[in-house]
Each structure stands twice: as C-alpha cells, then as structure tokens.
C-alpha cells in the first residue's frame, strides 16, 4: 500500500517493531526520530533512507550528522526537532512510539499540521487527553491506537455503530510477573525480576508498568479519552495468557473479544493499514496450545497504582499528568535501585493525593508543570524514604 510514515522512537521497541512491519509491506519511511542511539537509527537511516532525522539529545545529533554526512538527510534536535519530524509535510501518518510526556509535544504538533497520529505514547492522553482529543476533532484527523489494548477495543467497536448501544470496555492485563504476590513478598523485587515479562517483549519502562499494574491504570485513562467513555464504564480483567487483548460489552450483554498472539506487529500493522487487513509476520493463534483461558479480578490493594489511577481520573484535572510523572520518576528511581519495588505505587498514591485540583480549563504549560511538580515530589519522598 502507498503510504509514508514519520516514527517517533524508532530505535525502541514499538519503533523497531513498527519498521519490521514496513519491511513487510514495502512502505516508505520519511522521518526517523530517536532518544541517543545514534548507532541503530544511523543503520535504519542507510536502510530506510528517509528525508529526515530527529535525535532529542542534541550533543547525540551532532555526532549523528558527522556519521551521515555522506547521505542526502536532514539532521534536527531537541523537542523543536522532534516536532518538526512529527509535521514532515510528506508524511501521511505519524507513528508516535517515544516514552513518557516527552510525546506529548510532537503528538500535537502533528495535529496542527493535520496528520494522523498512529498513537502508542499512552502518556499523551495521560496527561494531556482533553487539550488533544479537542484538537484533533477540531483537525479533523485521527487518532489510531497502537497499544494492543486499544486496538483490541478500536477493532471490536467497529461492530458497534451506535454508541449508546456500548455497556462497557473490559480492558485485559497479564498480571505481569508478579501476579498472586502479597505485599511482604514484593518488598524483595529486584529490576531483573520486574524486567521479566511472562508474554510480551517490551522496553524497560513499560515491563515495570506492567509488573506495579501502572501500564493498565494508564490504560484506562488513556481508553477514557480515546472511546470517550466514562472511566467507571471501563473493567480491568487478568487474563494471564494474554490471548485476549481485550473486550467491549453491548447492552444486551454480548461481549466481543480480540484474539491473537501476543505479538505487537499485529496491532501496529492494523494501525498503518486499516480498515484493510493484510497478511502479518505474526504467527496464526492456534487456541488447542493454550488448552484453556485463565481469568481473575486485580489486587488493587497489593498494586496500588492501579487505585492511584482510578483516584486520578476520578478527579480529574491535572491529577493524571501528576499519576504518570510520579510514575516515570519512580520507575527510573526502581531501576536505579534507589527505593524498593512497592515504593513506586507509595509515591504514585502520593503525587496523585498533592496535586491541587484544576479549574476546568488549564493549558499545556499547567500539564507539563504538574508534571514537574510530581517529579519533584518523588525525589523528595525518595530522599526521605532512603
């Protein structure tokens, strides 16, 4: 198919997976745009050969340039840099893979130049699900999700024509690692446990969301802004084999489901080529190996953060952008070995209960500056915790 895609975060892991699947389809790639590793988005610049190429270390975009100087690519830094790949005249579809707020920026950048937006940075909506939603209907573009779950959903809801005829979303969840812990047990977490995904391949950030429960607390709010549905109409349910990508629910209570292999290329494929259906690289589901399907409600209370999140949309405002700051800090601090495994929902519950309520209207500087405020609040809290 005749398309051409900027990528956001190519050198990660929904980014490198996003370039397999162009591979496949024989798309063209006019705008990469990468964190530092200049090594691997220097090899996808040989081989996929795009206009431009944005690196958001600026020290990492000068070495780049000097390592490309021998082709015809336009090298840029920084968030100007980033935005400018995310607004490329020539691209029909912006697929923003970059973690944390910093996607924030570009993702709206690419509204204004009235592209559509193959979004798996669940943060923008996060913090941000009002002021860009809004400005998307009011661009009249797109907002394509890339993250399995809301895939799942997007895909099901196009059985479902009448709005009013939706009863709920059942958003699933692999437990992660750490499923059936008690509080005492998750005290002795290490990083290299927390990294050992039972089923998906994912970046370091995102395993650690999924192992606090945070990635499915973000999840639902970010389904709240994309459905435009109530967050009290959106279920969270284990299912460990993560064959089921999630559910929606009518009002006569038939319930539909995604299926498949929990392989990323297929909800990122779905992404670039819908409402048409391609063949994939993923491997065809074959349900006789699972045998059978295994399901069970959260433990909210041992994995806060789910709650925090819950608490955050509840309240609204600027709650959720201080929920993922707090997050990303924490996460980086776990990592670090800095404070313990279930210090990182203690400061999430925290950020979330400080952070002053919102007037109805607040703009990208109050986002960023909540952001701000959590961070700060987790280091503290963290200074005091060691």
């Known amino acids: 198919m005749k398309r051409c895609l900027s990528i956001l975060g190519s050198t990660g892991s929904i980014g490198k997976q996003t370039l397999d699947v162009v591979r496949g389809l024989g798309i063209s790639v006019c705008a990469l745009a990468a964190k530092n590793n200049i090594s691997?988005?220097?090899?996808?610049?040989?081989?996929?050969?795009?206009?431009?190429?944005?690196?958001?270390?600026?020290?990492?975009?000068?070495?780049?340039?000097?390592?490309?100087?021998?082709?015809?690519?336009?090298?840029?830094?920084?968030?100007?840099?980033?935005?400018?790949?995310?607004?490329?005249?020539?691209?029909?579809?912006?697929?923003?893979?970059?973690?944390?707020?910093?996607?924030?920026?570009?993702?709206?950048?690419?509204?204004?130049?009235?592209?559509?937006?193959?979004l798996a940075n669940k943060e923008t909506l996060v913090a941000g699900g009002s002021i860009v939603m809004s400005a998307a209907a009011d661009a009249g573009i797109k907002i394509i999700p890339v993250d399995s779950e809301h895939s799942a959903i997007f895909q099901c809801l196009q059985g479902c024509p009448e709005k009013q005829a939706l009863k709920r979303i059942i958003l699933t969840a692999s437990g992660g690692p750490f499923f059936g812990w008690n509080a005492e047990r998750l005290k002795t977490v290490t990083p290299e446990q927390a990294l050992c995904h039972p089923n998906w391949h994912m970046g370091p950030k995102v395993t650690i969301d999924s192992a606090t429960m945070m990635n499915k607390g973000l999840e639902m709010m970010?389904?709240?802004?994309?459905?435009?549905?109530?967050?009290?109409?959106?279920?969270?349910?284990?299912?460990?084999?993560?064959?089921?990508?999630?559910?929606?629910?009518?009002?006569?209570?038939?319930?539909?489901?995604?299926?498949g292999v929990p392989d990323m290329r297929l909800p990122i494929q779905y992404a670039i080529t819908c409402p048409e259906r391609l063949p994939s690289p993923v491997r065809q589901l074959d349900l006789s190996e699972y045998g059978k399907l295994t399901f069970a409600h959260p433990d909210e209370e041992t994995f806060c953060c789910l709650s925090a999140c819950r608490e955050a949309m509840a309240r609204g405002g600027l709650a959720p952008a201080a929920a993922n700051g707090a997050n990303e800090a924490a996460v980086s601090l776990f990592l670090e070995r800095k404070i313990s495994f279930p210090e990182i929902g203690i400061l999430v519950t925290g950020a979330v209960k400080r952070q002053p309520?919102?007037?109805?209207?607040?703009?990208?500087?109050?986002?960023?500056?909540?952001?701000?405020?959590?961070?700060r609040y987790v280091a503290d809290s963290a200074d005091v915790l060691r």
């Open 40 to 118: 691997l988005l220097e090899e996808q610049i040989r081989e996929f050969q795009p206009d431009l190429a944005a690196v958001y270390d600026e020290a990492a975009a000068k070495e780049l340039k000097s390592a490309v100087s021998d082709l015809p690519v336009k090298i840029v830094a920084g968030m100007e840099g980033l935005c400018e790949a995310a607004s490329i005249p020539k691209a029909d579809l912006i697929c923003n893979s970059v973690v944390g707020l910093v996607g924030l920026r570009p993702t709206l950048a690419a509204i204004t130049a009235k592209k559509d937006v193959a």
């Open 222 to 259: 970010e389904a709240s802004w994309l459905f435009q549905v109530p967050a009290e109409q959106i279920d969270i349910l284990i299912q460990r084999e993560s064959i089921i990508h999630s559910m929606i629910e009518y009002q006569d209570n038939a319930v539909i489901a995604q299926l």
């Open 357 to 375: 309520d919102a007037p109805e209207t607040f703009s990208l500087d109050d986002i960023i500056e909540a952001d701000a405020s959590a961070r």
